[in-house]
């Protein structure tokens, strides 16, 4: 027997408006269908990470953030989008991630995000939340590496 019920499920996924980010949703979705679980996106920006600006935006914030992601979310999901639940954070993904885990059933991020060359110098953010997670992660692999 389960001993997580069905209503306290919750899946946490990283959205970054990035193709992994993206695939990872998809496989959020698949598993909250099959497991009767929540979905809470979860987004981190900030001045130097904007979520899907292509050019440094003076003024971005989280009311853009949060219309460029749920326009991530409509994209991806289609009618399936309106049970899930946005969290927008001005912080590093990392952090902004394993501070939303807390208490969730499954935390879910692609294997590669908009973060390029500073994420290599940083380590990525799907590493991070591997190691420190306080929930079980499913780490959804760039289609490249199937």
């Known amino acids: ?7 306290a499920r919750r899946i946490v ?18 598993e909250a269908r099959a497991h009767g679980a ?4 979860v987004t981190a920006w900030n001045m130097l990470d ?10 971005y914030g989280d009311e853009r953030a949060r219309a460029d992601i749920d326009e991530v979310v409509a994209a991806v999901l289609g009618e399936d989008a309106s049970g899930v639940s946005l969290r927008i954070e001005n912080d ?7 501070n939303a885990a807390q208490g969730a059933w499954l935390l879910v991020v692609g294997s590669r995000g908009l973060g390029g060359f500073k994420g290599l110098l940083l380590g990525s953010v799907s590493q991070q939340v591997a190691h420190h997670a306080p ?8 289609q490249d590496h199937r």
Do not use: N, W, Y
């Open 1 to 7: 027997m389960d001993p997580t019920p069905a209503e």
């Open 13 to 30: 996924v990283g959205v970054d408006g990035s193709a992994g980010s993206r695939r990872a949703l998809r496989r959020a979705a698949e």
């Open 38 to 41: 929540s979905i809470e996106v």
């Open 50 to 59: 904007q979520v899907t600006a292509t050019k440094f935006d003076p003024d």
């Open 92 to 98: 590093l993904p990392a952090r902004a991630l394993l």
């Open 135 to 142: 929930c079980p992660v499913l780490i959804v692999p760039d």
